[in-house]
């Protein structure tokens, strides 16, 4: 018998059951869940005032019982959704149209993969996900929106979407991938000599700076320790005058929320916090998300961001690390370069076309580049790990 399915939307994912969000997001994933959603909202990263003003669909059975979200935002500019679509906007007003607002589906300031569809598998799955899918489409249409986009999402879905006439564009970020070397030395071991001791040179410099180096869980920061670490992460941002996004009593209740899903690596100068790198973890994944630093400390960007989070991943047992978006500068650290892909939907259909003659040409551009840039990585010929795609 086919399931009669309706689809709502909510204005907060705190209006969204938590035991919903338990049972159809991935199990000790970071940012896909309720806390995460409800607390950047909550504190103002992710809400109508800062240009996020959430919908997010809900789909429900016969009885009520919610079998499929949708995490689902109406945007009214492009910060913090790590599409990159700034010159899509830039197109639409040289032909004199509106591109904003657009609905996006994403996790907000956060350019993490995974599922966006959150369903659980069964006989109704796929009749669930149309049913969202849909129901986005409408929305956009509701709302008057340039487009609908689904960032960072799966293999599977982004085929799905691809059938359901989204188009897709790709991107590339560095990835970690652990080779089965059992701790650090053992790592490097895969490198040439050459690329090695450069490592362990920088890895040295911040040894002997007297600086020392700590790592934490959310769990174990006190709420009073949060208005200096954020006054470090706040200061990247300021530093090219963006708008840091989280506050410091977002970080204290992330922290509280996630425990020992939240890790930050910290440098201190005779007690005093200098530098720290916030990061979060699934069962499987380190990602890698804020940097910030007092001054200009040799090598300690690498050291925080990079160094210590392969460390622990080797410790903890992690398979992957994902550091954010961006930088060349990680090839050297030994991140592979991997294709991540998003979808759009966009409703005008000679935009729609222009678009999509542009993503051709993107796609074959950035398959070049994977493979240019992977051609860069430290590793020996015979100890390279897989190669992302």
């Known amino acids: 018998m086919p399931l009669n399915i309706s689809v709502s939307s909510r204005s907060s994912a705190s209006a969204i059951p938590g035991e919903a969000w338990t049972r159809l997001c991935p199990a000790g994933h970071p940012f896909l869940n309720a806390d995460f959603l409800a607390i950047v909202e909550r504190h103002g990263a992710a809400t109508p005032e800062s240009g996020w003003t959430a919908r997010h669909l809900v789909a429900s059975d016969e009885s009520g019982a919610v ?15 790590f599409i990159y679509d700034w010159s899509w906007a830039a197109a639409y007003r040289q032909l004199g149209r509106q591109y904003y607002p657009k609905l996006m589906s994403c996790l907000p300031h956060t350019p993490v ?10 006989p109704h799955s796929a009749a669930i996900r149309q049913a969202l899918v849909d129901a986005a489409k409408a ?57 090695r ?45 963006n708008h840091a996004a989280f506050s410091a009593a977002c970080f204290d209740d992330l922290a509280a929320a996630l425990g020992r899903r939240m890790i930050i690596f910290i440098a201190r100068d005779r007690g005093l916090p200098v530098a720290v790198a916030i990061c979060f973890r699934s069962d499987d994944a380190l990602f890698g998300r804020y940097w910030g630093s007092a001054g ?82 430290p590793f020996r010929r015979d100890a390279s790990p897989s190669q992302g795609g």
């Open 67 to 81: 079998v499929g979200l949708l995490p689902l935002y109406i945007k009214s500019h492009s910060h913090g959704d």
């Open 113 to 122: 993969a995974g599922t966006r569809i959150l369903v659980a598998e069964g």
């Open 139 to 195: 929305l956009a249409n509701r709302y008057a929106a340039s487009s609908w986009h689904v960032a960072l999402a799966t293999g599977a879905e982004t085929d799905l979407l691809r059938n359901e006439g989204l188009l897709i564009s790709r991107d590339i970020q560095f990835h970690w991938l652990d080779p089965g070397c059992g701790d650090f030395d053992g790592y490097l071991a895969t490198f040439s000599a050459v690329k």
């Open 296 to 377: 200009n400390y040799h090598s300690l960007h690498f050291e925080l961001c990079f160094y210590q989070g392969i460390a622990y991943c080797l410790r903890e047992g992690l398979r992957r690390f994902e550091p954010g978006a961006g930088g060349e500068h990680k090839l050297a650290r030994g991140f592979t370069p991997t294709v991540v892909h998003s979808a759009h939907w966009i409703s005008d259909p000679g935009m729609r076309q222009l678009l999509a003659r542009h993503l051709a040409l993107q796609g074959e551009a950035v398959a070049e580049y994977r493979d240019d840039a992977a051609e860069h990585l």
């Open 197 to 241: 001791r450069k490592v362990r040179a920088e890895r040295r410099r911040v040894a002997e700076s007297g600086l020392s180096i700590e790592t934490r869980h959310g769990d174990q920061i006190d709420a009073a320790e949060w208005p200096l670490l954020h006054a470090l992460y706040a200061s990247t941002f300021d530093r090219f005058g």
